[in-house]
């Protein structure tokens, strides 16, 4: 499984971008990234997936350079309810026996 | 359709009881994880079953813990002889392509 790093907090004011960076070093070629988000009192949910450069969606946009050893999600404007954990995990988009696993993720505290 | 549902919701039980917690995935979602969430803390893999697969029990934090699942629909998470350290949001996920779905959870408490 690739080990996944990222900070365990960051704070933000509202209005601002918001980047929190997952480094991934020992990533698979078979390996895509993907980042997750869970709200207090609730399971996790798919925030965006991305196996190269960059990809976006309603939610946030996804950079990941060539190497692929690092990814970074980036959330625009946040606001008070993005308040949050965000995980980023990485594993292969077969259907194997690897299980894909949460890190401790990052807590994003959005103030006013 | 249908999400992930898991019951019971909440569950309260003194320490050294049995528990037994459910878990009804998605239709078609061959693959269905357990996790175990401490207050304030990040998600605890469990265990992971993948179609017809031997599951994959790495996870499980003592031979107290024990799950099944019945072909690819209802699994069951079982916590015999409960301890106070076993009080946790216990999650329930099925999954398909790279992308978990998960359920509410059951919140346990250990008095």
């Known amino acids: 499984l690739a080990k996944t790093t990222q900070p365990i907090s960051m704070d933000s004011y509202e209005g601002q971008e918001v980047n929190i960076t997952c480094s991934h070093n020992n990533i698979a070629t078979n390996d895509y990234i993907t980042w997750y988000q869970q709200f207090p009192s609730q399971g996790p949910r798919f925030i965006i997936q991305?196996?190269?450069t960059k990809v976006t969606n309603e939610v946030a946009s996804l950079f990941i350079p060539a190497d692929r050893k690092s990814s970074t999600l980036s959330l625009p404007r946040v606001s008070l309810s993005d308040t949050a954990v965000y995980y980023c995990l990485v594993g292969d988009s077969g259907w194997g026996n690897t299980p894909l696993v949460f890190g401790k993720g990052t807590r994003l505290s959005v103030i006013a | 359709g249908a999400g992930v549902s898991q019951s019971p919701s909440n569950k309260v039980t003194e320490k050294g009881k049995d528990v037994e917690l459910r878990c009804d995935p998605i239709?078609?979602?061959?693959?269905l994880y357990w996790y175990r969430q401490r207050l304030g803390q990040g998600l605890e893999f469990l265990i992971y079953?993948?179609?017809?697969?031997?599951?994959?029990k790495s996870g499980l934090p003592s031979d107290r813990f024990s799950a099944e699942r019945t072909g690819e629909s209802v699994s069951t998470l079982t916590i015999q002889r409960t301890q106070q350290e076993d009080s946790a949001v216990y999650l329930c996920?099925?999954?398909?392509?790279?992308?978990?779905?998960f359920g509410p959870g059951t919140r346990l408490t250990v008095l």
């Open positions: 079953f993948q179609g017809n697969s031997a599951p994959d």
């Open positions: 996920a099925s999954r398909v392509s790279n992308e978990q779905f």
């Open positions: 239709s078609g979602h061959t693959a």
């Open positions: 991305g196996y190269k």
